[in-house]
């Protein structure tokens, strides 16, 4: 079992940048893939991005691509969502989440999950 802690986020203008983490806690991630999940406000919670258990790979939506970059650290300790050309849209609390299987779109496929941190991108 790992628990994930969270940290970063806060408020920032249209067209900034900022970093997330996401900490393993009792364990690494290895053998696990890690996502990014976010939900704004009256929304469902939607994927973000992926990183798989080599960190050989990663996966985004479409509307992220090119913007957002995951990657790791290589004790496997800790996931990094970097956001760039931030638009007031991307307001929503961001939630890291552990799961078998990298790529995988859906909040059911992952069985851990961090506590979520609020991104506020003012226009």
């Known amino acids: 079992q790992v628990h994930l802690v969270q940290s970063g986020g806060g408020l920032v203008q249209a067209g900034g940048s900022l970093r997330l983490s996401c900490a393993a806690s009792g364990r690494t991630f290895a053998g696990y893939a890690v996502a990014w999940f976010r939900q704004a406000p009256g929304k469902e919670r939607e994927f973000v991005g992926s990183i798989n258990w080599t960190g050989e790979r990663t996966y985004y939506a479409d509307s992220m691509k090119g913007r957002f970059t995951i990657s790791r650290d290589n004790a496997w300790i800790t996931v990094y969502l970097q956001m760039g050309d931030l638009k007031p849209e991307d307001t929503a609390v961001y939630y890291c989440?552990?799961?078998?299987?990298?790529?995988?779109?859906?909040?059911?496929?992952?069985?851990?999950w961090g506590q979520g941190t609020q991104v506020t991108v003012s226009s």
């Open positions: 989440a552990a799961g078998a299987v990298a790529g995988r779109i859906r909040t059911e496929d992952y069985n851990y």
